[in-house]
């Protein structure tokens, strides 16, 4: 069993930033491949970046490619989403989730713990 709690999220204008941060309990952090999901008021939830449990493969959605930087620390059992250049179609409720065993993938059913989200809101 993995518990996920993130922070970080808040009102940010266009072209600011922001990095979310999700804190993982449980031993086994270090063999969990990470995703970070967005969803929007009325929208599904949308694959935004996910990283292997080594950390040394990252994937990225289209739309955030080049803006946002997915990274984690096993030693503090966290995983980051840095967010640069932010767009105001960028707001939604942010969630990380984990996934026991394989790489990175971008469908919300390959994850099986979710955190409660922690909003961002870009304003124009």
């Known amino acids: 069993q993995v518990q996920l709690v993130e922070s970080g999220g808040g009102l940010v204008q266009a072209g600011g930033s922001l990095r979310l941060s999700c804190a993982a309990s449980?031993?086994?952090?270090?063999?969990?491949?990470m995703g970070w999901f967005r969803q929007a008021p009325g929208k599904g939830r949308e694959f935004v970046a996910a990283?292997?449990?080594?950390?040394?493969?990252?994937y990225y959605a289209d739309s955030v490619k080049g803006r946002f930087t997915i990274s984690r620390d096993n030693a503090k059992n966290t995983v980051y989403l840095q967010m640069n250049s932010l767009k105001p179609e960028d707001t939604a409720v942010y969630y990380c989730?984990?996934?026991?065993?394989?790489?990175?993938?971008?469908?919300?059913?390959?994850?099986?713990?979710w955190g409660q989200g922690t909003q961002v809101t870009v304003s124009s």
């Open positions: 989730a984990a996934r026991p065993q394989g790489g990175g993938c971008y469908l919300p059913s390959c994850y099986a713990y």
């Open positions: 449980g031993r086994t952090f270090s063999s969990y491949a």
């Open positions: 990283i292997s449990w080594s950390g040394g493969s990252t």
